[in-house]
Antibody, heavy 119, light 108 residues
């Protein structure tokens, strides 16, 4: 079935970087953009950015520009998001999400990756 | 930066109708989508393009739009509908995605 499977939980120290992977299956990987959304404990959803797996084009929310890098490996149907210069406020669940152009919405969500930033 | 405004909470008795609103200046230009999130789970799309319902979503979920406000209506609310609901859209340029702050639906 159509699914996005993310890498496991991470614990990082302030100032470090974290790289989260998102593997797509059950559909044509290059036909749908992948977005990243995070959620701190007890808080709402926060959009971080997007990537087109076919072209490699990407964009991010102004808040994350310069600190978030998105890449992909089309041979294995996987998108990566790296966040650098981590601080405690980055502690959150990070979701990769498929954007479906037919419905102009996020129709498939990964299971989430918990990233904890703590000294 | 652009914001979508939702009420923090909505309460309703079982069988009644719940209405959750979402306001934003760009909503007349941009579609809105709605997601349901239950504790410990990833969000699920329940309404797209203001008023369309994905397959598998119960008919009691509906959406509407009027000017700068979109609404999610749940008719005949059931206990299983208790969850957080988020609206999502884009700013007027279409370049940036934004989520509302979320509304917690409590079924009394």
């Amino acid at each position: 079935q159509v699914q996005l499977v993310q890498s496991g939980a991470e614990v990082k120290k302030p100032g470090a970087s974290v790289k989260v992977s998102c593997k797509a299956s059950g559909y044509t990987f290059t036909s749908y953009e992948i977005n990243w959304v995070r959620q701190a404990a007890g808080q709402g959803l926060e959009w971080m950015g997007w990537m087109n797996p076919n072209s490699g084009y990407r964009g991010s929310a102004q808040k994350f520009q310069g600190r978030v890098t998105m890449t992909r490996d089309t041979s294995i149907g996987t998108v990566y998001m790296e966040v650098s210069s981590l601080r405690s406020e980055d502690t959150a669940i990070y979701y990769c999400v498929r954007e479906n152009p037919m419905v102009e919405a996020f129709d498939i969500w990964g299971q989430g990756t918990m990233v904890t930033v703590s000294s | 930066s652009y914001e979508l405004t939702q009420p923090p909470s909505v309460s309703v008795s079982p069988g009644q109708t719940a209405r959750i609103t979402c306001s934003g200046d760009a909503l007349p230009k941009q579609y809105a989508n709605w997601y349901q999130q239950k504790p410990g789970q990833a969000p699920v799309l329940v309404i797209y393009k203001d008023s369309e319902r994905p397959s598998g979503i119960p008919e009691r979920f509906s959406g509407s739009s009027s000017g700068t406000t979109v609404s999610l209506t749940i008719s005949g609310v059931q206990a299983e509908d208790e969850a957080d609901y988020y609206c999502q859209s884009a700013d007027s340029s279409g370049l940036y995605v934004v989520f509302g702050g979320g509304a917690k639906l409590t079924v009394l």
